[in-house]
Each structure stands twice: as structure tokens, then as C-alpha cells.
């Protein structure tokens, strides 16, 4: 049986080493074969360690967004309207992944727990401090800043528009805040101070 620290080090070769295939190779559909060949292991290893894609992509996916893109889930209203411009100018790092993120099936199963995280930390965050923001423009707020502060939003920009991570960065986030502004704006006025 393995200790723990090696564990964590294979476990870790076999996330890098399919990692570094998809985005090599431009294709998520690759073999256990190929990972455990480019970490240096058995399929045997490999499969005691993740018994099923779907446990290799969860793990995978929670590495990316912690370790390769460094997304850190925010605490304040501002973490989250600036959030995206650290984001995209790590998509500008690694292209080829970030698209593979962005436009596949497989791609969207890794991302999947970090933007569930995303979505509750924005409900409890964003309206803390006006929650009397009516229900509908809530949930209409938040929809439309889903689609802003995403990975799909940083490829747009970067292929119809030709930003660069820094430029979408600075575009998403100035939409974002005009979204909450306006949103907030919309909240009813406390009549009881009034005369």
C-alpha cells in the first residue's frame, strides 16, 4: 500500500499526464492506454486510482480550476465582478485547453462542480447588501452574469474581437458591474424614512 504523499504524486502524474495529452493531441477521447503510458504507469495504476472517466474528470476538473487556472472562489461582490479578468488572462496560458473546456461535452463535465460552487457563492454574495432586489431581476441578473463570467465568453471575445485574456477581462467585468448597478438599482426604496 502506498503512503499517502506517493498516492497524491500519482495521482497527480496521471491528472498532468492526461492533461497534458488533451491538450496536446486537442482531443479529450484519449485511451487509458496513452495516459498511463505518458505517466509512466500501468492501466492497472491508473485504474486503481480513478475506476471510471468520470472520476478522472471530476478530479481533473477540480485540479484545473484550482491549481492550473487558479480560480479562486471570492468572498465579496467585488471578487466576483473582477474574478474574471484573473481568469481570462489565464485562459491567454493555456489556449488549447481552455477551448477544449469551453466547447466540449468533456470539457464541460470538468468545469461542472467549480461553476455549481460559482453559482451559489454569486447568490449569497451578490444581493447581501441589497436584498431587496426583486426575485425576477435576481434571477435575471445572475443568468445573464453566467454567461458573461465564463470560458465561453473569453473565447468569443478573443476569436471575433481579437482581445487578448486582459482586454476580456476588462470587458466582462465592466458589463458584469453594469449589470449588478442597474439590478441594484432597480431595488424598492425604503419608504418608511421618507416624510
Not at 495521482?11 to 492533461?19: A, H, K, Q
Not at 461582490?77 to 477551448?99: I, M, T, W, Y
Not at 466547447?103 to 467549480?114: A, D, H, P, W
Not at 471575445?157 to 465592466?174: R, Y
Request: proline fraction near 4%.
Amino acid at each position: 500500500m502506498p503512503s499517502d504523499e506517493v498516492a497524491a504524486q500519482t495521482r497527480l502524474r496521471i491528472i498532468e499526464s492526461f492533461v497534458a495529452l488533451i491538450e496536446e493531441c486537442d482531443d479529450v477521447t484519449v485511451s487509458t492506454a496513452y495516459i498511463a503510458k505518458r505517466a509512466n504507469l500501468s492501466v492497472r495504476i491508473v485504474h486503481e486510482y480513478f475506476p471510471s472517466r468520470d472520476a478522472l474528470l471530476r478530479a481533473t476538473g477540480e485540479w484545473l480550476n484550482t491549481q492550473v487556472f487558479g480560480f479562486a472562489l471570492g468572498t465579496g461582490a467585488d471578487d466576483l465582478v473582477q474574478g474574471f479578468r484573473v481568469a481570462a488572462e489565464r485562459f491567454d496560458e493555456h489556449p488549447n485547453l481552455s477551448r477544449i473546456l469551453a466547447l466540449t461535452r468533456v470539457g464541460r463535465s470538468m468545469r461542472i462542480k467549480f461553476r455549481n460552487e460559482l453559482l451559489i457563492r454569486r447568490r449569497r454574495t451578490l444581493w447581501h447588501d441589497t436584498p431587496d432586489v426583486p426575485a425576477a431581476d435576481r434571477r435575471r441578473a445572475e443568468a445573464v452574469i453566467a454567461c458573461l463570467d465564463n470560458v465561453l465568453s473569453w473565447l468569443t471575445l478573443k476569436e471575433e474581437f481579437d482581445m487578448n485574456g486582459s482586454e476580456a477581462g476588462a470587458a466582462i467585468s465592466w458589463a458584469i458591474e453594469v449589470i449588478l448597478r442597474e439590478t441594484r438599482a432597480m431595488a424598492p426604496s425604503d419608504q418608511s424614512s421618507q416624510p
